[in-house]
């Protein structure tokens, strides 16, 4: 197999696994965070609810949403990857750990399927549900996520 991809790797076992049988999808019980945007470029949805407990710790990562195998699965892979991490692990948790925590190789356009998930993980952890900012996480200020990590 050569290093560069072609359009069926992307549908690699684990990544189908993610995709038909995804990690915590749907509603988070009790959550205090949550936040949901979309590529409107292709149309993909994601919308994350994460319980973060009073220690700063990611308790719970659930997410929905709706659009193609790579977001969606890559959102599975995502909740499993941070539950149980401080929110100042994931704060820093970069793009390009994303792209390699899903693992095959993607194209540009591809991958802002795959990054879809991790930006709004990045957001949510800004967005209490109940608009008290007293439950915000330590570390990084309100900014979120850089963007252009994204390139």
């Known amino acids: 197999m ?3 991809s072609n359009e069926e790797d992307i549908y690699e076992e ?3 696994d993610h995709y038909e049988d995804p990690y915590h999808r749907g ?28 220690g700063g710790n ?3 990562a659930w997410f929905d949403g709706d659009g193609c195998c790579i977001s969606q699965a890559s959102a599975s892979m995502l909740m499993e990857a941070i539950e149980g991490k401080s929110t100042v692990e994931v704060q820093q948790f970069t ?13 540009p356009n591809r991958q ?12 949510a952890i800004f967005s209490p549900v109940d608009g008290n900012d007293d439950d915000r996480p330590p570390g990084k200020g309100m900014e979120g996520p850089n963007l252009g990590e994204e390139q």
């Open 95 to 107: 793009a390009e750990q994303m792209l390699q925590l899903f693992g095959p190789r993607l194209t």
């Open 2 to 4: 050569s290093s560069m």
């Open 14 to 16: 684990h990544v189908m």
């Open 58 to 60: 990611i308790a719970e």
């Open 27 to 54: 509603k988070c019980p009790q959550h205090t965070h949550e936040h949901e945007d979309d590529n409107p470029l292709c149309g993909d949805v994601v919308s994350v609810e994460l319980r973060i407990d009073r």
């Open 112 to 123: 802002k399927c795959c990054l879809l998930p991790w930006r709004v993980v990045q957001a």
